[in-house]
Every structure is written in C-alpha cells, then in structure tokens.
C-alpha cells in the first residue's frame, strides 16, 4: 500500500474559529488525490476555556450569558476592552458552542469595507440556521472596521435581527456611532468594581 502513495505538497496551513492551526498533505493514492490531516494547537489555544463556567468574567457578565443559553436567545452584544486577554474572544467563541449556533466570523481589521458586509454578512444573517439552532455572527476588532462598514451594520441589524444575532469585539468605541451602540447590550471590561475583582480572582485561584 505504501508505494502506492506519493505526497504531492506538505504542510498546507489554515486557521478555523478557534485559531487552531490546522495542517494536511495532499497526498495521491492509487491516481486519486486525498488530504491528510494533522493539527497543531498554539498555547494560548490549547487552554482557551471551552465552557461557560470555564470563563472568569464577573458575576453579572456570567449572569448574562447564562440566561441567554437558558432561554436560547441572545441580544446583539459588543464585547469591550482596551486591552487584550481579558475574555472578549473566548466569550465569542463559548456562546457560539453554548447555544448550539451556526456561526460566521468576520475580521473587520482584515475584511475591510462594506463589500465585505455586503458578500459574507447579509448572505449569511438572511438564511435560516441549517445545522444549529441559532445563527451568530462574530465580527472582531470592529475598531478597526472603515466608517462606512460601521454604518452599515446598522441596517444589516434592523432588517436581520429576527434571524440571527450579532457579537462584535472591539478595543476602541470610538468609530461606533450612538444609534449603533443602542442596538448592543455592551459588556465593557475596562472597570471593575472591587467585588468583581474579588470574585474573579477567587475564580482564577480555583
């Protein structure tokens, strides 16, 4: 069976929701052209919590997303932190388990402008969910998104909303106008009060 098989590229890389570098061979058996998996994990990736209660947020935040799985619906909600490390992606990509949901990501500091709104957001948001039971669309480093691709979430939003659901990430509000912020629930990771650093640090310690 072995010298029936040629490897005709090696080491072919890609990256999926979970930033897990994933690697395969093309290799060729018998004439035919097969893919060979391997995976490989960055560190960061090997210990991202997985679950709700893996994740050390505060107990409102928790509170929140508890009730969301519960009931199976969710409000558009943008995940703000100046810095980075403090959850944001790892809530993202927990909820989007959690609530057993179709899901596609958006790179808004690499898909850039309203075309990408226009030809990976809206076909998405106007299907409905095939495979899970809710649709959520993950847009990350939205500061980082052009004017108008902000702008244009806004309609995207109030004509999809019943269908599917949005969770954006972002360091910086401020290329994010009022009338959008008042369509997310905002979950700001920049100030915590002294009993929500308590308790999170009893979380971390356990």
Known sequence: ??????????????????????????IEVNGTKVTQSKQEKLFVERYRPRKLFDLIIPKS???????????????????????????????????????????????ANIERGISAIKDILVPFCSQRAM????????IEEIGDATAPQVDSLKSVIDKYSGNMNIIITTN???????????????????NFSDEETKDMTVQLIK
Not at 6 to 22: A, S
Not at 172 to 190: A, Y
Request: glycine share 6%; with cysteine.
């Open 1 to 26: 069976m072995k010298e029936n098989c040629n490897v005709l590229e090696k080491d072919i890389e890609f990256k999926n929701l979970n930033n897990i570098r994933r690697k395969y061979d093309i």
């Open 61 to 107: 935040t928790r509170d929140y997303l508890v009730e969301c799985v519960r009931t199976g619906i969710m409000k558009h909600t943008l995940l703000y932190s100046q810095k980075g490390g403090l959850g944001k992606t790892s809530i993202s990509q927990v909820m989007v388990h959690e609530m057993d949901s179709d899901f596609k990501t958006l790179s």
């Open 131 to 138: 495979y899970g039971k809710t649709k959520l669309a993950l």
């Open 172 to 190: 910086s509000l401020g290329n994010i106008s009022q009338p959008l912020r008042t369509r997310f629930k905002i979950i700001d990771f920049n």
